[in-house]
T-cell receptor, first 113, second 114 residues
Framework: DTGVSQNPRHKITKRGQNVTFRCDPISEHNRLYWYRQTLGQGPEFLTYFQNEAQLEKSRLLSDRFSAERPKGSFSTLEIQRTEQGDSAMYLC???????????FGPGTRLTVT | LAKTTQPISMDSYEGQEVNITCSHNNIATNDYITWYQQFPSQGPRFIIQGYKTKVTNEVASLFIPADRKSSTLSLPRVSLSDTAVYYCLVGSLYSGGGADGLTFGKGTHLIIQP
């Protein structure tokens, strides 16, 4: 296993369009996390899953954002009606449930024009 | 109230030992202290984690005093490639903590010069 992968690596979209990102975690990891990072800031927690269950969502996660992990393996993050303020790097990480060490993917850079 | 406080930036030179201190006055009994490193355009990378006293691995040491209200990441003999942002996190999903343990903050931008 080569680690956490994310697709696409870059996405440019026009305001108002919907976008979907995919994350493939390390295969034996049952926890999966989504973060957002803007320039000069640290990663900001969005949500996390244990297997297919979404256990927690940030209060900052608006109703335009939705995440799924239907079979407890890969996850998707969808942003509906994108806004310019959604432009950021979207990071995915995975870990074992009994471990705080998270392994991060390379991220998907979203630019909303 | 921020869970952790770190210096915004630090400078050092190749071959020196660098110590980055993180304050976490409100650390809870079940909280662990975890440090990550991040290079530009990459996801963060786990460096080290500890609960109390001292932890050492192949890349760093982590010193935690008895009151656990602060911690110090020590990087021995740094090189130019250690230039990165370093984040201190306090919390633990492992021991039932919530996602507020996943707050990265702004981190410390470490710059290593020749």
């Amino acid at each position: 296993d080569t680690g956490v992968s994310q697709n696409p690596r870059h996405k440019i979209t026009k305001r108002g369009q919907n976008v979907t990102f995919r994350c493939d975690p390390i295969s034996e990891h049952n926890r999966l996390y989504w973060y957002r990072q803007t320039l000069g800031q640290g990663p900001e927690f969005l949500t996390y899953f244990q297997n297919e269950a979404q256990l927690e969502k940030s209060r900052l996660l608006s109703d335009r954002f939705s995440a799924e992990r239907p079979k407890g393996s890969f996850s998707t993050l969808e942003i509906q009606r994108t806004e310019q303020g959604d432009s950021a790097m979207y990071l995915c990480a995975s870990s074992l449930a009994l471990d705080n060490e998270q392994y991060f993917g390379p991220g998907t850079r979203l630019t909303v024009t | 109230l921020a869970k952790t406080t770190q210096p915004i930036s630090m400078d050092s030179y190749e071959g020196q030992e660098v110590n980055i201190t993180c304050s976490h006055n409100n650390i809870a009994t079940n909280d662990y202290i975890t440090w990550y490193q991040q290079f530009p355009s990459q996801g963060p990378r786990f460096i080290i984690q500890g609960y109390k006293t001292k932890v050492t691995n192949e890349v760093a040491s982590l010193f935690i005093p008895a009151d656990r209200k602060s911690s110090t990441l020590s990087l021995p003999r740094v090189s130019l490639s250690d230039t990165a942002v370093y984040y201190c996190l306090v919390g633990s999903l492992y021991s039932g903590g919530g996602a507020d343990g996943l707050t990265f903050g702004k981190g410390t931008h470490l710059i290593i010069q020749p």
